[in-house]
């Protein structure tokens, strides 16, 4: 019996000392190690609009793919994005910031090194780290290379964007080498940018930029057919996109990575098609049309399907959510807030409003414009002093603008906004204004639209 308890002891022991031993590991480790297990895939569509999703309530079946990752994950309902305008936005997207607070308050200008991205975040956790950019915009120059071991920047050439099949041809075979690491990938399509292709099964036709500039500038209007047709040409770019959203999602079944993979479906910001002004496109525009964005989140490490979140968020708040889903922790330099407690049914009066800008052109209408979302009521804000107010739950389309007969919101909202924009710029040590723009750089801003 001695003989026994004295093997029991021994057993018990090395159990004791083997447990020790994991967990001093783990502490070592850290949480970013522990986490590493897990790849962070976003898939980024530029100019996509939430309504032509079947997640978000659309008929005609255009995104199976982009709808499969909603059945196995969440669907935000009303996020915003902080600028209608692919570099703002992308920037805010990586430092969890405001464009004012970041710097690049237009696609001219670039991601100073002192900003710390969620890319150089991942990165020093550990993680491989690829961008897959599908236009001109990111080049390096606009500074959200940072941190990027492999950066595909779109090369100098006649056409400043490259087509899905392009970029799926670079990201697939980067994903074939780097199955067995833990990864960081970032694809960036343009497909739902002007101009609109229409794909079929009819003959193929485009929209071409020019053609919606001038029923813009001239005020044209449009008969059904024609408005018809572009939406239709719109329409055929969202499923041809989601058509290689899907052999991307393949790829990662065939990897046997999708398991341990987080995958994140969003977009820069969304498009007008003739519903404001006879417009088309965003960079001009703040209403939900171009300042409402899809994001949806599918992860192994939420233990929920097809949840829907009602609540507001903005974009500014992924970089954290993903962080914190990762385990490792938010730096402090990040402003956004972290969704996981409202994709797990934690109600927050954290998430009651959103803001959002554009570029501070001054030939744009109005000057720069800023708008912003409380709860159902919306402001925009012009710099000349032109208000127009909404109330989204009457009138979502932004048609009755209700700023003479609410002057009490009108002033309430446009006080609040006047407060966070000043509170954005005196967290600013030194704003770089458009004056540094180069005669390289506005051509490729002219090519895409953004100027004239």
Request: contains cysteine; charged residues 25%.
């Amino acid at each position: 019996m001695p003989h026994r308890r004295a093997i029991l002891f021994a057993i018990a022991f090395l159990t004791l000392a083997a447990v020790s031993i994991l967990v001093a590991a783990l502490v070592l480790l850290g949480p970013a190690r522990r986490s590493a297990r897990y790849n962070v895939l976003i898939i980024a569509v530029d100019a996509l609009r939430p309504d032509r999703l079947g997640c978000y309530g659309a008929e005609g079946d255009l995104s199976p793919a982009i709808d499969s990752l909603a059945e196995h994950g969440v669907t935000f309902l009303n996020t915003t994005t902080q600028a209608p305008a692919t570099g703002p936005s992308f920037s805010t997207l990586m430092t969890s910031r405001y464009p004012i607070v970041h710097g690049v308050t237009s696609s001219a200008l670039g991601l100073e090194p002192d900003q710390l991205t969620l890319t150089e975040v991942l990165l020093q956790a550990g993680y491989q780290t690829a961008a897959f950019p599908g236009s001109v915009i990111l080049h390096r120059k606009s500074g959200l290379d940072q941190g990027f071991q492999t950066y595909e920047e779109l090369p100098k050439g006649p056409t400043p964007y490259r087509d899905a099949s392009e970029v799926n041809s670079l990201l697939l075979p980067w994903l074939d080498a780097n199955a067995d690491s833990t990864f960081f990938a970032f694809v960036h399509y343009m497909e739902t940018h002007d101009p609109y292709r229409y794909h079929g099964p009819d003959t193929p036709y485009t929209i071409e930029r020019d053609y919606i500039e001038t029923v813009y500038k001239e005020q044209i209007d449009l008969d059904e057919a024609e408005l018809a047709g572009i939406r239709a040409a719109y329409d055929s770019e969202v499923a041809y996109v989601d058509g290689h959203i899907r052999q991307v999602l393949q790829k990662l079944d065939d990897l046997d990575v999708r398991r341990r993979t987080i995958v994140i479906l969003i977009a820069d910001h969304g498009e007008l098609l003739y519903e404001h002004e006879r417009g088309f496109g965003h960079f001009r525009y703040l209403y939900q049309e171009t300042a409402l964005v899809p994001l949806v989140i599918s992860s192994p490490t939420l233990p929920v399907l097809n949840v829907r979140v009602p609540e507001i968020v903005e974009l500014r708040d992924l970089a954290p959510t993903i962080l914190d889903m990762l385990n490792i922790p938010v730096p402090k330099q990040f402003e956004g807030r972290s969704l996981l407690g409202l994709i797990y049914g934690e109600s927050s009066q954290d998430f009651l409003l959103a803001f959002t800008m554009r570029e501070p052109w001054t030939h744009l209408p109005g000057g720069p414009a800023y708008a912003l979302r409380m709860g159902d009521w919306k402001l925009i804000h012009f710099e000349d002093g032109t208000d127009f107010l909404f109330d989204l739950s009457s009138d979502p389309q932004e048609h009755t603008d209700l700023s003479k007969k609410r002057p009490d919101i009108t002033n309430s909202m446009r006080d609040r906004l006047s407060k966070m924009i000043r509170n954005q710029i005196d967290r600013v040590s030194a704003m770089r204004l458009p004056e540094s723009i180069t005669k390289e750089r506005l051509e490729q801003l002219r090519s895409l639209g953004y100027i004239d």
